[in-house]
Each structure stands twice: as C-alpha cells, then as structure tokens.
C-alpha cells in the first residue's frame, strides 16, 4: 500500500465524510427501503474501459454501490484494498461490486489494475458530473486547489462523500453506510456490505 505525501490531501480524504464543507450538510442519501436509481455509467476493471449498467449486475444478484472521493488517496485507497481482497466472498455471495467516483476514465484504468487497491477484482464508475451520486441523494464537492494523491499528482475533480448502498437482487436498497453520519472507517464499509449480502 502507498503512503500519502501531502497531509491536507491524505485528511481530507482518509476522512472525506466528515463536513470539510457546508455541501456535506445538504446531503440526504436515499434511506432504506427505497428503491435504487437504475443508472449506466463508463467504468473500468482490470485497466480496461467496461460499460456498465445497474439493472444488467441486479440480474444476476444483489448489487453494492459505494461512493468514494478520489482514487489513489488515502481511505479510498484503503476502502478499494479491502473489497479486492474480500472480493471472492461477495462472488461467493453473488454480489457485484461497483464503486463511483469523479475520477475520469484514465485515473481509473490505473486504479482498476493496481495490484494495492482494485486489483482487476471489480470495476470502478466515473461520475465527472455528480449525477449518478445526485440520483443518490449526495452532493459533490467541488476541487479543493493543492490537493494531492498519494502519487503526487493533484486532484482536480470534485469529490462525493464515502457513502455505501447495499441493494438487493429486487433493486430495493436494504442498508446504507455513510462515513459521515455512522462514523465507520473505509473499510468498516466493506464488512458491512459483505454481512448484509450474506444475509440476503
């Protein structure tokens, strides 16, 4: 796993759920119980672009939509780590995993294929615009100036609020996680997600 070299980047983002804005306040995810946004997005996994759609992956089962700031940044780093590994256990599930966030396609066939993060296990959605995380009650972020990821490299995007929707194979959603309001960590997000999919 790499380290973050710039410490305003790596607080902001190991702990983006926490209200660094007041747009954090107007977030409302959708609760429990509603039903989950059907959306499309280009995506990547293992390095390559992919097309993927919401009501295709509910075909074949529950799906996990997580939203997270920025690819190679300190939580989501982490957040992505975790999924990798316990990936085999949502398949054993039949869950599919997609994350989203506003990082374009390029960052993300990068992040995809890391062996640290992704590792080719699921792929990850680009949401430049915040719309699919808007359909989802989130609000973005707009770029903070002179933040970096753990590269070096500054982030120019906005970012979403790491936030984890957990959706049946009905496309009702049975649980949702948000760093902000439930105070888990990244990776308290992935157990969670993998209890709940078990479960169902």
């Excluded at 509910?58 to 920025?70: E, I, Q």
């Amino acid at each position: 796993m790499q380290k973050c070299s710039n410490l305003f980047g790596c607080l902001i983002f190991c702990m983006a759920s926490f209200p660094m804005q007041k747009s954090f306040a107007q977030n409302s995810p959708i609760a429990r119980g509603a039903t989950a946004p059907l959306f499309s997005a280009k995506a990547s996994l293992a390095g390559s672009a992919v097309d993927f759609s919401l009501k295709k992956a509910l075909a074949k089962g529950p799906v996990v939509v997580y939203f997270y700031p920025a690819a190679y940044t300190g939580g989501c780093d982490l957040e992505a780590h975790t999924f990798a590994e316990m990936s085999g256990q949502f398949k054993k599930a039949g869950a599919t995993i997609i994350g989203v966030s506003a990082d374009d396609l390029k960052r993300l066939n990068s992040f995809s294929a890391d062996p640290d993060f992704c590792a080719g296990k699921f792929a990850v959605a680009s949401d430049p615009d915040g719309k699919i995380a808007a359909s989802y009650g989130l609000k973005m972020v707009p770029p903070q100036k002179g933040v970096k990821d753990v590269r070096g490299v500054e982030v120019t995007h906005g970012f979403l609020p790491r936030t984890t929707y957990v959706i049946n194979k009905e496309g009702k959603i049975v649980a949702v996680f948000s760093s902000k309001t439930d105070g888990i960590s990244p990776d308290q997000h992935v157990k969670k997600s993998l209890e709940i999919v078990e479960s169902l």
